[in-house]
């Protein structure tokens, strides 16, 4: 069984490592958002970077959230540059996904060791389920 569009989590997370790699732990997220985006277009992929998706209540948009990346529209990038990832950073993935409708977010951690973690949410559940 393969995972949800692997094809192109696959090439971010690669990605990921590759900037790591050269730019190691230590600066802030912006920087690291910024070589996201070059690595990804390099490596032939659309990349919309502070990507605003609207929330909705009962028809309405009350707000919005800015995801930091949205990569060929399918999947969703959370950027950190913390020690370790939090449940609450999983839950800001979880909720762009909800916001979106999209199903695949990845959590990219630069912290003093590479971390990611994918999150999918199935539209015909109501709690989604992460792996690393």
Known sequence: MSLKHSEVTDIIIRSFYEAYNELGTGFLESIYQEAMVVVLREAGLSVEAEYDLPVSFRGQIIGQFRADLLVERKVIIELKAARN????????????????????????????????????????????????
């Not at 993935?93 to 990845?106: Q, T």
């Not at 539209?123 to 992460?130: F, Q």
């Open 85 to 132: 990832i939090e449940r609450v950073f999983e839950a800001q993935v979880i909720n762009y996904l909800k916001a979106s409708g999209l199903e695949v977010g990845l959590l990219l951690n630069f912290g003093p060791k590479a971390e990611f973690k994918r999150i999918v949410r199935e539209h015909s559940r109501e709690n989604p389920r992460s792996s690393a």
